[in-house]
């Protein structure tokens, strides 16, 4: 299953510079590591802003939830999240 997120990073008041860096971090690893799993099909930046547009492609529901709750950055983001399908005209 194919999901568009859109994700906004909140940063913290309560953390310090090193903390927050700490925790980026941690979230840049995670990322890294379902890219190369092929679970984090594309990763794109917001012009801007402190947010992405990525398309996850997992088994469920379920897994996507998993893999968003995996995010060390999640308690500071808001997320949108869309299911994608096939579009008729699309030649791949």
Same mark, same amino acid.
């Given at each position: ?34 890219? #190369?799993?092929?679970?984090?099909? @594309? %990763?794109?930046? *917001? ?9 996850? #492609?997992?088994?469920?529901?379920? @897994? %996507?939830?998993? *893999? ?25």
């Amino acid at each position: 299953m194919l999901f568009k997120v859109e994700m906004t990073v909140i940063p913290p008041a309560h953390l310090s510079e090193e903390e927050f860096n700490a925790i980026k971090l941690k979230e840049k690893n995670y990322a890294e590591g379902l890219q #190369e799993e092929g679970i984090w099909v @594309h %990763l794109w930046r *917001v012009a801007g802003q402190y947010a992405n547009v990525s398309i996850f #492609e997992v088994k469920d529901n379920q @897994h %996507l939830h998993d *893999v968003l709750m995996g995010l060390p950055l999640y308690p500071f983001m808001t997320m949108s999240v869309t299911p994608l399908c096939q579009h008729p005209s699309s030649i791949k």
